[in-house]
């Protein structure tokens, strides 16, 4: 069974420039989340995806920050502008569809952006 | 707001030896506490999860144990290999939901 897949894995950009990263889940798992994960730190979560629903996106920075999920499978997430914090990897997981509190989160290799 | 504390940072253990990192929440809903590792340049793997109505859970060479009173839940690994070098991450679902509280991870070296 293929993992959750995630491109780019690396992007070097300027700052002021747009970036998108792009995430597929595990074949049947309906729920999304992408995640930030800072140099030295846990990831933390920037949305959650049932399907195509962003059901919770309140740690997500909207000014800059948007993410879109059409056909409840792939998803991307894009900076525009990035600026020099934003310098990250970026983490996507994903899971079948949650029948208790107990979901188990599978993630995949990430993106890691550096903003110059 | 909730918050799950880990350690130690770092830790280095001969091979053969154990290892136990450390971990306490502050939400007491948490039901649900996973450990993950991650290797360099990849994505955190799940490697054991504990539920809030189990005390502890083993795996070959893995176990973890939970106190929920004391709120603390820990990762112990025996017997040591190079393989087992990484960053292991304790994690609490926050409320009892989805949300996954992350602790600040600890980088384990195992000296062969």
Redesign the interface.
């Known amino acids: 069974e293929a993992g959750v897949v995630q491109s780019p894995r690396y992007k070097i950009i300027e700052k002021k420039q747009p970036v998108a990263f792009w995430c597929n889940p595990i074949s049947g798992h309906n729920t999304l989340y992408w995640y930030l994960q800072n140099l030295g730190q846990g990831p933390e979560l920037l949305i959650r995806y049932e399907n195509e629903e962003a059901v919770d996106d309140s740690q997500l920075p909207k000014d800059r920050f948007s993410a879109e999920r059409l056909k409840g499978v792939d998803s991307t997430l894009k900076i525009q502008p990035a600026e020099l914090g934003d310098s990250a990897v970026y983490l996507c997981a994903s899971s079948p569809l949650e029948i208790s509190s107990y979901n188990e989160q599978f993630f995949g290799p990430g993106t890691r952006l550096t903003v110059l | 707001g909730e918050n ?1 504390e ?1 350690h130690p940072s770092t830790l280095s253990v001969q091979e053969g030896d154990s290892a136990v990192i450390k971990c306490t929440y502050s939400d007491s809903a948490s ?2 506490f ?1 450990w ?1 590792k991650q290797e360099l ?6 490697i054991i ?1 504990i ?1 809030s109505n189990v005390g502890e859970k083993k795996d070959q060479r893995i176990a973890v144990t939970l106190n929920k009173t004391a709120k603390h839940f820990s990762l112990h690994i025996t017997e040591t290999q190079p393989e087992d070098s990484a960053v292991y ?1 304790c ?1 609490a ?1 926050s409320r ?5 509280i ?4 600890t980088r384990l070296k195992v000296l062969a």
């Open positions: 799950v880990q039901n649900y996973p993950y340049g990849k994505g955190p793997q799940l999860d539920r991450f994690a679902n009892g939901t989805y949300k996954y992350f602790g600040t991870g």
